[in-house]
T-cell receptor, first 110, second 113 residues
Framework: GQNIDQPTEMTATEGAIVQINCTYQTSGFNGLFWYQQHAGEAPTFLSY????GLEEKGRFSSFLSRSKGYSYLLLKELQMKDSASYLCAVVNNAGNMLTFGGGTRLMVKP | NAGVTQTPKFQVLKTGQSMTLQCAQD?????MSWYRQDPGMGLRLIHYSVGAGITDQGEVPNGYNVSRSTTEDFPLRLLSAAPSQTSVYFCASSSVGASTEAFFGQGTRLTVV
């Protein structure tokens, strides 16, 4: 089975940097996704990591350590529009199922 | 480009009623899936399909049926609605398997009374 943990809520200030952590214990692993979900809307893709290391995409970066079962999403130069839930999700070994964590609700304050 | 289209957006059912949530994608994706999202529990996989004619169970399949007669369509059927099935339902598709980016529909907010 899969067990995925991430903080329930975080608060940060506009212009700052925030790191959202995700830890997982899984019976198999074939990659980790981060999705963004604004209230009342559908999730949208942010990043995918399958190898260890940092993937950078504009203001957003995602890091993976497979040996530690750990990932983080780093958001730089926070904007008010970044207020949303951030969902960590792990792909199983067979690559046919995605398991989501409970999501981290990020509130950006002026 | 429509992407993933779900209907209806809102639905109220009485306990024991049945209904079908529709999902269609126009991206020629092989993989389609259904999730339910409940407060504090994230998205949970109900059923998925790796191609036309092939479906399989996810984490929480009880009370739901699916079929995949075409690449485009993946309807979710609630056989006999229960209050525990009150949730927001999302359909998603990705090109090949769960290791590729998923595109989600706009969701169906279902209330069972």
């Amino acid at each position: 089975g899969q067990n995925i943990d991430q903080p329930t809520e975080m608060t940060a200030t506009e212009g700052a940097i925030v790191q959202i952590n995700c830890t997982y214990q899984t019976s198999g692993f074939n990659g980790l996704f981060w999705y963004q979900q604004h209230a009342g809307e559908a999730p949208t893709f942010l990043s995918y990591n399958v190898l260890d290391g940092l993937e950078e995409k504009g203001r957003f970066s995602s890091f993976l350590s497979r040996s530690k079962g750990y990932s983080y999403l780093l958001l730089k130069e926070l904007q008010m529009k970044d207020s949303a839930s951030y969902l960590c999700a792990v792909v199983n070994n067979a690559g046919n199922m995605l398991t989501f964590g409970g999501g981290t609700r990020l509130m950006v304050k002026p | 480009n429509a992407g993933v289209t779900q209907t209806p957006k809102f639905q109220v059912l009485k306990t024991g009623q049945s209904m079908t949530l529709q999902c269609a994608q126009d991206m020629n994706h092989e993989y389609m899936s259904w999730y339910r999202q409940d407060p504090g529990m994230g998205l949970r996989l109900i059923h998925y399909s790796v191609g036309a004619g092939i479906t399989d169970q996810g984490e929480v399949p009880n009370g739901y049926n699916v079929s995949r007669s075409t690449t485009e369509d993946f309807p979710l059927r609630l056989l006999s609605a229960a209050p525990s099935q009150t949730s927001v339902y999302f359909c998603a598709s990705s090109s090949v398997g769960a290791s590729t980016e998923a595109f989600f529909g706009q969701g169906t907010r279902l209330t069972v009374v």
